[in-house]
């Protein structure tokens, strides 16, 4: 019950059924594949968390049938959750009773950011490690989150969720005041959804972005982006 669980909650990169928004603009196949890369890089930031704090990686993934591709792309020690449920509410409040079960606190990140900062995730792990409950949010530039960090499985903080609106982060934050439960938000970053947030990428990478700076290298996509075609509507 020592280690903390960070779950990449992800889509196995499939063409056409991964990055359905981005793939409209950059066709599927590539869509696809820079899906991949975001996991891998996903996964380093989570791999780059120091071990001495205690912490396991996990792709909590669909759909099932695709482990061997989720295999693939994670690091050897990272484990496997498939998801369970008919939408994300149920999915997250699935993947935080699992992991719960199991270690001191849970971490529930998108797979979208592949320039998650590490130390996003370090903050969140020593602010859930501090006495009492309590909830770490990390609100995303749309109005989402990327990151919602547990102690304990409130269902109530995944109920009458508008998800993949504008106001996810805020009702998750009402959600929690209504029951009393202490809330540390995360400086904001982004996640990669459309041709508009790629841009937003492709300039942190160049180191030309005003709004979001000291991200992680993103390795994996960064070689893809350099090597790949213009991606452009």
């Known amino acids: 019950m020592s280690a903390a669980a960070i779950g990449i909650i992800c889509k196995a990169p499939q063409p056409g059924r991964a990055k359905t928004r981005l793939a409209t ?97 370090v903050q969140a792990m020593e602010n859930l490690r501090e006495a009492g409950d309590r909830m770490v949010l990390g609100p995303a530039s749309d109005g989402g989150y990327y990151l919602i960090g547990l102690k304990r499985p409130h269902r109530h903080l995944f109920t009458q969720i508008a998800w993949g609106t504008e106001t996810v982060a805020r009702s998750t934050r009402e959600r929690a005041a209504e029951i009393g439960l202490a809330t540390t938000l995360l400086p904001e970053w982004y996640d990669i959804d459309d041709i508009e947030t790629l841009g937003w990428l492709k300039d942190e990478l160049a180191g030309n972005s005003t709004r979001f700076r000291g991200g992680g290298l993103a390795p994996a996509t960064r070689a893809f982006l350099k090597a790949a075609p213009p991606m452009n509507p």
């Open 25 to 121: 603009a950059i066709g599927e196949v590539a869509a696809s594949e820079l899906s991949a890369c975001f996991l891998r890089d996903v996964a380093a930031a989570i791999e780059a968390v120091p071990e001495t704090l205690g912490r396991r990686g996990y792709g909590v993934y669909a759909p099932a049938g695709a482990e061997h591709i989720m295999r693939e792309l994670l690091p050897a020690g990272f484990g496997l959750l498939l998801q369970v449920g008919d939408d994300l509410g149920h999915v997250l409040i699935g993947a935080a009773r699992a992991f719960l079960a199991e270690h001191d606190c849970v971490l529930l990140v998108n797979g979208d950011s592949p320039t998650l900062p590490a130390r996003f995730l």
